[in-house]
């Protein structure tokens, strides 16, 4: 896949539908910048050498967020990890230990960078573009693992009545992408 690939395909929500797609993107990121000369160069920051920034090819020359390589997964690890990380979420009550907690951590955290960084590929005039969609995206992924580990979460519109000394007044309508119910 080309980098122009990835910022096509991560700028589509509609390809975000499913937690799997989230995972198979994530494995074509990586294994887009695993190949020799895709991006034009790794930048480590010189002050937190695990902080790193990649410098894309064919894009302006944009540098992406930063990736903090303690966390961020390469793809070799990816192969053997985001497999785990999706039976650790199956049942996640089951699964708590502490090596599965930073499967867990460590596959949000690539996932959700996977598509941050294939964003920041857009050119500089669209970076409140690429921001939105990202907020987006994350939220659509922090709902569809909520639903997956059982606790109901939806978007929609929250009605909030206010009050005045004690008297609703009026309500006012806010909408989220993230809405999780508790029970009574």
């Known amino acids: 896949m080309s980098l122009a690939n990835l910022v096509r395909t991560a700028t589509r929500k509609e390809n975000f539908t499913e ?59 990816a192969r053997i990890q985001l497999p785990k990380f999706l039976k650790i979420i199956a049942d996640v009550k089951a699964m708590d230990t502490p090596a599965n907690r930073e499967t867990v951590n460590r596959s949000i955290y690539t996932m959700r960078q996977s598509i941050g960084v ?3 590929a857009l050119p500089a005039g669209q970076s409140n573009t690429a921001r939105k969609i990202n907020g987006d995206l994350f939220e659509r992924f922090i709902c569809l693992l909520l639903v997956r580990v059982g606790i109901d979460c939806t978007a929609g519109v929250v009605s909030v009545p206010i009050k005045v000394d004690g008297v609703a007044e009026f309500s006012m309508s806010y909408q989220h992408d993230l809405i999780i119910k508790l029970e009574d």
């Open 19 to 77: 937690l799997q797609h989230y995972v198979d993107f994530c494995r074509e990121f990586l294994d887009f910048i695993a190949v020799p000369g895709a991006i034009q160069a790794e930048i480590v920051s010189r002050n937190e050498n695990h902080y790193r920034f990649l410098q894309f090819k064919n894009a302006e020359f944009g540098i992406s967020r930063p990736l903090n390589s303690n966390l961020f997964y390469t793809s070799k690890n």
């Open 118 to 120: 294939s964003l920041d």
